[in-house]
T-cell receptor
């Protein structure tokens, strides 16, 4: 148990569906992250939030829309996804955004797009 | 950005054996973390070790920052140690950059 939870753990959706991934951290951290892990590829950083403000968006398609309503919760809203978006989506948090801070990861949501 | 290389890419060992995993990085860093990803995808923090040596039970790690490498030692391997081990580094306000991992398989 890392103090970071994610729901759902598994999600199957069609290309026309809209769904949301949820992440919650119980560590009192101020920065939260979304990562994507595809088969045979290194983890890719998607979004970074610091004190609820988006500070980084790594050229992610607009069909992925993040939301950070407070420092404990992070969402990833999904719509009109493609089969190549199937992957493990990991949420992480750290005390502050700078590199000196250790990141802690949630268990991930395994997404399959049909 | 920083380059991270891990070796070996795959390692198969008998239960009870010891192993050493290596992480090389291309520039000075403020953050170096070792993770174990279990078969269900969870990334477990093993060590936060930008420099020096740490030990936690059967696991230990050493980072030689001046020579830009880190080693993860696993002693008396158990089947539950199987999975992928990732090294990740960062500096300044740059993102955490992950290596491609070492897949460890422990055979009973």
């Amino acid at each position: 148990e890392t103090g970071v939870t994610q729901t759902p753990r598994h999600l199957v959706m069609g290309m026309t569906n809209k769904k949301s991934l949820k992440c919650e951290q119980h560590l009192g951290h101020n920065a939260m992250y979304w990562y994507k892990q595809s088969a045979k590829k290194p983890l890719e950083l998607m979004f970074v939030y610091s004190l609820e403000e988006r500070v980084e968006n790594n050229s992610v398609p607009s069909r992925f829309s993040p939301e950070c309503p407070n420092s404990s919760h992070l969402f990833l809203h999904l719509h009109t996804l493609q089969p190549e978006d199937s992957a493990l989506y990991l949420c992480a948090s750290s005390r502050f955004r700078d590199s000196y801070n250790e990141q802690f990861f949630g268990p991930g949501t395994r997404l399959t797009v049909l | 950005g920083i380059q991270v290389e891990q070796s070996p890419p795959d390692l198969i060992l008998q239960e009870g054996a010891n192993s050493t995993l290596r992480c090389n990085f291309s520039d000075s860093v403020n953050n170096l973390q070792w993770f174990h990803q279990n078969p269900w995808g969870q990334l477990i923090n093993l060590f936060y070790i930008p420099s020096g040596t740490k030990q936690n039970g059967r696991l230990s790690a050493t980072t030689v920052a001046t020579e830009r490498y880190s080693l993860l030692y696993i002693s008396s391997s158990q089947t539950t140690d199987s999975g992928v081990y990732f090294c990740a580094v960062a500096r300044g306000n740059e993102k955490l950059t992950f290596g491609t991992g070492t897949r460890l398989t422990i055979i009973p």
